[in-house]
């Protein structure tokens, strides 16, 4: 998306009181393919906190939630 066309999106946000975003499923998988890249056990054993509002509607937790087995 164009940098202008995405300063309209937040203005347009702004002004409705709409300002909430969330980070995409793919750009989380993208991130976190990184760390398991370096290290495959990285995540092994540990507890991830996904602080949200609400995980039916959470990338993170979802992305987590879908990987755990593979993380262990």
Avoid at 11 to 40: G, L, V
Wanted: aromatic share 20%; net charge positive.
């Amino acid at each position: 998306m164009e940098r202008k066309a995405k300063n309209k999106l937040l203005h347009k946000a702004k002004k409705a009181k709409c300002d909430e975003f969330y980070t995409q499923y793919c750009d989380i998988q993208k991130e976190i393919d990184k760390y398991i890249e370096y290290n495959p056990d990285v995540f092994r054993g540990r507890v991830v906190y996904c602080n949200c509002d609400d995980p039916r509607i959470s990338n993170f937790f979802k992305y987590f939630f879908i990987n755990f087995s593979k993380f262990g």
